[in-house]
C-alpha cells in the first residue's frame, strides 16, 4: 500500500511522492488522489466532508468575462439571498455560463430585478436588437402587391421596390425574404 507515509508530514516530502515523479499517467492519477485524501484527512475537524471536498475543487478564474448568468443561476441568486445568504458567498456559490464567479454588481442587478417585478423567473430578457425591416402591416402590402399584379406585370424585387416606397430602404435580399415568409416562391411564366 503507501509505504512511508506519516500523516504529520508534508506531501511533497513523502517517499511516495518522490517515487512517482516518472511521467505516467496512472502514477500521476494515484498521486492526486492520495493528495486528495491527504487533504481531507488533515483539514480542521469542525468542517464537514462537503465543504472539504467543495474547497478542493478549482476554483474558477477570477478574470472578468463576458459570458453572462444563465436562468438557473438567477434563479439560484434569489433563492440564496432569501435565505438570508449574504452576497460575497452568493458570489462563491454561483457560476456564470463559462464557470467563472460573477460580480457583485452582477448579483445586485439581478436581486433589484427580482425586488422591482417579483412574478421575474430569471428568464433572459427579450428587448434589443434591431427592429423587423418590414414590419407586419408592410408585409401585408408586399403581399398584397403581388396578388394584385400577378398576371399584368412580371413582378420581381425590383418592381416591389419601385411601387412601395418603405422598400427603397432595405436591399433586394429583404424583400426576397420577405416574400419566402409569406410562402411565396417564383413562378415561371407560362407560355
Same mark, same amino acid.
Not at 52 to 60: D, G, M, N, V, W
Not at 70 to 77: E, Q
Given at each position: 500500500m503507501l509505504k512511508g507515509c506519516r500523516w504529520g508530514k508534508r506531501f511533497s516530502e513523502t517517499p511516495l511522492f518522490q517515487e512517482t515523479r516518472l511521467q505516467n499517467c496512472w502514477w500521476s492519477v494515484i498521486r492526486q488522489l492520495y493528495h486528495i485524501a491527504y487533504v481531507i484527512l488533515t &483539514?480542521? &475537524?469542525? +468542517?464537514?466532508?462537503?465543504?472539504?471536498? #467543495?474547497?478542493? +475543487?478549482? +476554483? !474558477?478564474?477570477? %478574470?472578468?468575462?463576458? %459570458? #453572462?448568468l444563465? !436562468?438557473? !443561476? #438567477?434563479? %439560484?441568486?434569489c433563492a440564496l439571498a432569501d435565505e438570508g445568504v449574504e452576497r460575497a458567498e452568493i458570489q462563491k456559490k454561483v457560476n456564470k455560463k463559462d464557470g467563472t464567479r460573477p460580480h457583485i454588481r452582477a448579483i445586485d442587478a439581478v436581486l433589484a430585478k427580482k425586488r422591482e417585478d417579483p412574478e421575474w423567473r430569471g428568464q433572459d430578457s427579450q428587448a434589443g436588437g434591431r427592429p423587423r425591416a418590414p414590419t407586419d402591416a408592410q408585409q401585408r402590402q408586399l403581399v398584397a402587391l403581388v396578388f394584385k399584379n400577378r398576371g399584368r406585370a412580371v413582378v420581381t424585387t425590383a418592381f416591389c421596390k419601385r411601387r412601395l416606397r418603405f422598400l427603397q430602404k432595405v436591399c433586394s435580399q429583404t424583400v426576397c425574404n420577405a416574400l419566402q415568409a409569406a410562402g411565396l416562391k417564383w413562378l415561371h411564366r407560362r407560355r
Open positions: &483539514r480542521s &475537524r469542525g +468542517q464537514s466532508l462537503g465543504s472539504r471536498l #467543495r474547497s478542493l +475543487q478549482p +476554483q !474558477a478564474p477570477s %478574470a472578468m468575462t463576458s %459570458a #453572462r444563465d !436562468a438557473f !443561476a #438567477r434563479g %439560484a441568486i
